[in-house]
């Protein structure tokens, strides 16, 4: 079974600095979709940044990228020019390419900005 | 409509009532799927459907807890005898056929058992 680990249970930054939130997950499949989603107190989960894992180009939106390191099973998120908005709960997410049609979440990590 | 929506946004029973939360799913959206996110963890797959049936139902905790989705649109998960362990955020989320991404949550019902 995938598994998604976040070993960041909270992180802040400064208002317009960068910040880098961590996710390892552990798989045998070569082809799934790993994700950022944000939580702000609605609860809603806001999808943030998709990665294919055959690409191997890192996803990038925006403030938001991604460095995806295949070979290490890393996925971590930049987030440059922080913005009093982007303070909520991050989570990183597995999908197998095909079949599973289950999302497996980290733990998440709280980012907080500081003005 | 124009988002997930689910009903209601917040409720709180006693231990051993039964409960039905309720998401009504984007239009058109064939694949739905229900989460359980407990106090500072990320939500927990409970079950899948695609259409009016249930392809994967694997994370449905124990049989008190069962989900239907009648006419392939809305959806609603139901939990007998309800224990204070239940209490946790229930989030539904939507998908056009397979999700890879194409994900739509709503903002779930937070189940407060007491």
């Known amino acids: 079974a995938q598994t998604v680990t976040q070993s960041q249970p909270e992180m802040s930054v400064q208002e317009a600095e960068t910040v880098t939130l961590s996710c390892t997950y552990d798989t045998s499949e070569s082809d799934y979709y790993l994700f950022w989603y944000k939580q702000p107190p609605s609860r809603q989960m806001i999808l943030v940044i998709r990665q294919e894992a055959y690409k191997q180009q890192n996803a990038t939106e925006n403030r938001f990228s991604v460095n995806f390191q295949k070979a290490a099973k890393s996925f971590s998120l930049k987030i440059s020019d922080s913005q009093l908005g982007d303070a909520a709960m991050y989570f990183c997410?597995?999908?197998?390419?095909?079949?599973?049609?289950?999302?497996?979440f980290g733990q998440g990590t709280r980012l907080t900005i500081n003005p | 409509g124009a988002g997930v929506s689910q009903t209601p946004s917040n409720k709180v029973t006693e231990k051993g009532k039964y409960v039905e939360l309720r998401c009504d799913p984007i239009?058109?959206?064939?694949?739905l799927y229900w989460y359980r996110q407990s106090l500072g963890q990320g939500p927990e797959f409970l079950i899948y459907f695609q259409g009016t049936g249930a392809a994967d139902d694997s994370g449905l905790p124990n049989d008190r807890f069962f989900a239907v989705r009648p006419e392939g649109s809305v959806s609603t998960l139901k939990i007998q005898r309800t224990e204070r362990g239940d209490s946790a955020v229930y989030l539904c989320?939507?998908?056009?056929?397979?999700?890879?991404?194409?994900?739509?949550f709503g903002s779930g019902t937070r189940l407060t058992v007491v």
């Open positions: 239009s058109g959206h064939t694949a």
């Open positions: 989320a939507s998908s056009l056929g397979l999700g890879a991404g194409g994900y739509t």
């Open positions: 997410a597995y999908d197998s390419y095909q079949g599973a049609q289950k999302l497996v």
